[in-house]
Every structure is written in structure tokens, then in C-alpha cells.
């Protein structure tokens, strides 16, 4: 993800995008998903909430860590998402 951010500007002349525009300050975006405490997901189910999530805020083809855990009374997944797009350089509009 670094890596993405850091080659932002080569990302988007090789695909043809105009590098005007404000510098991203926040490149990544970290959220949860979380589930009651008497729910117990399949890993296929929360791995399609990750997903499905993904998809709602427009960053189903972003670079994206997904970690699932149970160190509260709860399951819940931490997602932390590139808001750069990995071939096109733009960010994300969240």
C-alpha cells in the first residue's frame, strides 16, 4: 500500500490520468465491521461482509487488509483499505 501512495503520480501518468488536483494527505482509511456478541460468522461469511462493504464505498479493486478477530466479547473485522487506486493513481472520493 505504501508503495501505491508513493508511485501515485507515475500510477496515473501510465494510465492517462491528469495529475492536477489537491495532494492526498490520507491515503488509507480504516474502518469495522462487527457483529453481535451472540453471532458467529462463518469465515466465508465475514469475509463477504468485508467484501460487500468494499464494493458499497467504491473500493472493491483497492488494496485492502482484513483482519478478523475476537479479543472483545464480539467478532469483528478491521479493514484498512488504500484509498489510491493501484493501476490508476486517483484517490479514492470517499
Same mark, same amino acid.
Given at each position: 500500500?505504501?508503495?501505491?501512495y508513493?508511485?501515485?503520480?507515475?500510477?496515473k501518468?501510465?494510465?492517462?490520468q491528469?495529475?492536477r488536483?489537491?495532494k492526498n494527505?490520507?491515503p @488509507?482509511l480504516?474502518?469495522s465491521?462487527?457483529?453481535?456478541? #451472540?453471532? &458467529?460468522?462463518?469465515? !466465508?461469511?465475514?469475509?463477504?461482509?468485508?467484501?460487500?462493504?468494499?464494493?458499497v464505498?467504491?473500493?472493491?479493486?483497492h !488494496?485492502?487488509?482484513i483482519?478478523?478477530?475476537?479479543?472483545? #466479547?464480539?467478532?469483528?473485522?478491521?479493514?484498512v @483499505? &488504500?484509498?489510491?487506486?493501484? !493501476?490508476?493513481?486517483?484517490?479514492?472520493?470517499?
Amino acid at each position: 500500500m505504501t508503495e501505491t501512495y508513493w508511485n501515485q503520480d507515475d500510477l496515473k501518468a501510465a494510465s492517462g490520468q491528469s495529475a492536477r488536483g489537491r495532494k492526498n494527505t490520507k491515503p @488509507v482509511l480504516h474502518y469495522s465491521l462487527s457483529w453481535h456478541k #451472540d453471532d &458467529n460468522p462463518t469465515p !466465508e461469511e465475514t469475509k463477504e461482509a468485508a467484501a460487500a462493504s468494499l464494493r458499497v464505498l467504491g473500493l472493491r479493486d483497492h !488494496e485492502a487488509l482484513i483482519a478478523p478477530h475476537r479479543d472483545k #466479547d464480539h467478532m469483528h473485522l478491521h479493514i484498512v @483499505v &488504500n484509498a489510491v487506486h493501484p !493501476e490508476t493513481g486517483l484517490t479514492a472520493r470517499l
